[in-house]
């Protein structure tokens, strides 16, 4: 299977979501998406925790914290739901679900709140980075290749959120 999502208005700015299903159990996977050391190896440095009241960081290449949040909801392994604010942007709300699916599991993501085009196809391409990680959990994190999709990725976002009526990162009245 291939990420799909779906893109809405959302007041304030969009809801995305997203959809995989992924060649793992949901235990390892959960383990995936919330544990700081595996994190690193698909999507960035973070710090903190994935657990009701938790807080976590995660990091930039330069070292510097990009976002921040707080777990407001969480039920190991099926998912949780986090407060999700990248510095310099308004709060936005992260929820995400995993559900078996046979002998593998599939993972929706739900971001409200959006007020930037470049998470469409950032968060595409980690989930596809994700998925590499998941064949391979030891391998580290190839950012050239996150960066080399996003840029084949960024157009089609662009042009669907054009046609909701969104340039630059804000909703256009």
Known sequence: MAVTSDIAPDEPGLLLEFHEVYDTDPDDLWQAITTPERLARFMAVHRGEFRLGGRWQAFGTDGTVYCDGEV?????????????????????????????????????????????????????????????????????????????????????????????????????D
């Open 72 to 172: 407001t909801a969480c039920d190991r392994p099926h998912g949780f739901t986090t407060t999700w604010t990248v510095v310099g942007e308004p709060p936005s709300l992260l929820t995400v679900a995993l559900e078996p699916d046979g002998e593998r599991t599939r993972l929706h993501i739900r971001h409200e709140h959006v007020t930037q085009p470049e998470y469409g196809p950032g968060w595409h391409a980690y989930l596809e980075a994700l998925s590499r990680h998941l064949a391979e959990p030891d391998a580290p994190r190839d950012r050239d290749a996150w960066v080399r999709r996003f840029g084949e990725l960024a157009p089609a976002y662009e042009e669907r959120f054009a046609a909701l009526g969104v340039s630059g990162g804000v909703a256009e």
